[in-house]
T-cell receptor
Framework: ETGVTQTPRHLVMGMTNKKSLKCEQH?????MYWYKQSAKKPLELMFV???????ENNSVPSRFSPECPNSSHLFLHLHTLQPEDSALYLC????????????????FGPGTRLTVL | DQQVKQNSPSLSVQEGRISILNCDYT??????FLWYKKYPAEGPTFLIS?????DKNEDGRFTVFLNKSAKHLSLHIVPSQPGDSAVYFC???????????FGGGTRVLVKP
C-alpha cells in the first residue's frame, strides 16, 4: 500500500471552475512534489516543497497554485484552467530534498486524472 | 528538448527471458539515475538507482548498468515475469538538487 494518497482520483472541470487536488503522505517525509504527466510526454516537475517552503517552481502558470500547510499535506489549487491542462497530476514525497548530496528516493501517489472541458 | 530519452516505447519479451530497457541522456551534469515502474492507475514505484561513481548496481532480478562515456544506462530484468508487465521510466538528477528529469517511458509486456 502506498504511503502517499491523492484525492480525488478523477476530476472533470470546466474552464471557469475552481478546484483543488489534495495529497497526503504518511511516511514522515519532509519534502513533497507535484508532477504533471500529459499524454505522450514525460513526467514534468511542477513544484517542490521542503519543510513546507517552496524551493522549486518550474515556471508553472499562475492558474496552478500550490499550498503546503504542513509537511504531510500538499494541495494544488486550480483556477481557470485550459483544456491543454488535462493530464495526470502526481504527488510525490521524499525524506528530504537530498541527503548528503544524494537525491532522496521519491515515493509517488496514484495520481489525479484531470480533464478540463 | 528532452534531456532523458527512452527510445523504445514498448518491449515484448517471453517469460523467463531477459528484458533490457535502455535510456540515453544528454546532460553531463546528471550524476544520479533511477528507474521507476508504473502499473495502470497507480503512481510510479521506485525500482533501483545508481550513482555516477558506479557502473553497475544489482538488486535481485534487476540490474542497472551505467555507461557515463556514452551517456547511457540500461535496466536488465532477468528472468522476466508476467508481473513485470508495466511502464518503466528512467530518471536522472544533477548535483545536490532533487529535480528529477524523466524519460518518456517504455511499456514492457511479458508473455507467459
Amino acid at each position: 500500500e502506498t504511503g502517499v494518497t491523492q484525492t480525488p482520483r478523477h476530476l472533470v472541470m470546466g474552464m471557469t471552475n475552481k478546484k483543488s487536488l489534495k495529497c497526503e503522505q504518511h511516511l514522515g517525509h519532509n519534502a513533497m512534489y507535484w508532477y504533471k504527466q500529459s499524454a505522450k510526454k514525460p513526467l514534468e516537475l511542477m513544484f517542490v516543497y521542503s519543510l513546507e517552503e517552496r524551493v522549486e517552481n518550474n515556471s508553472v502558470p499562475s492558474r496552478f497554485s500550490p499550498e503546503c500547510p504542513n509537511s504531510s499535506h500538499l494541495f494544488l489549487h486550480l483556477h481557470t484552467l485550459q483544456p491543454e491542462d488535462s493530464a495526470l497530476y502526481l504527488c510525490a514525497s521524499s525524506q528530504d530534498v537530498t541527503t548528503r548530496g544524494v537525491t532522496d528516493t521519491q515515493y509517488f501517489g496514484p495520481g489525479t486524472r484531470l480533464t478540463v472541458l | 528538448d528532452q534531456q532523458v530519452k527512452q527510445n523504445s516505447p514498448s518491449l515484448s519479451v517471453q517469460e523467463g527471458r531477459i528484458s533490457i530497457l535502455n535510456c540515453d541522456y544528454t546532460n553531463s551534469m546528471f550524476d544520479y539515475f533511477l528507474w521507476y515502474k508504473k502499473y495502470p492507475a497507480e503512481g510510479p514505484t521506485f525500482l533501483i538507482s545508481i550513482s555516477s561513481i558506479k557502473d553497475k548496481n544489482e538488486d535481485g532480478r534487476f540490474t542497472v548498468f551505467l555507461n557515463k562515456s556514452a551517456k547511457h544506462l540500461s535496466l536488465h530484468i532477468v528472468p522476466s515475469q508476467p508481473g513485470d508487465s508495466a511502464v518503466y521510466f528512467c530518471a536522472a538528477s544533477a548535483g545536490a538538487g532533487n529535480k528529477l528529469t524523466f524519460g518518456g517511458g517504455t511499456r514492457v509486456l511479458v508473455k507467459p
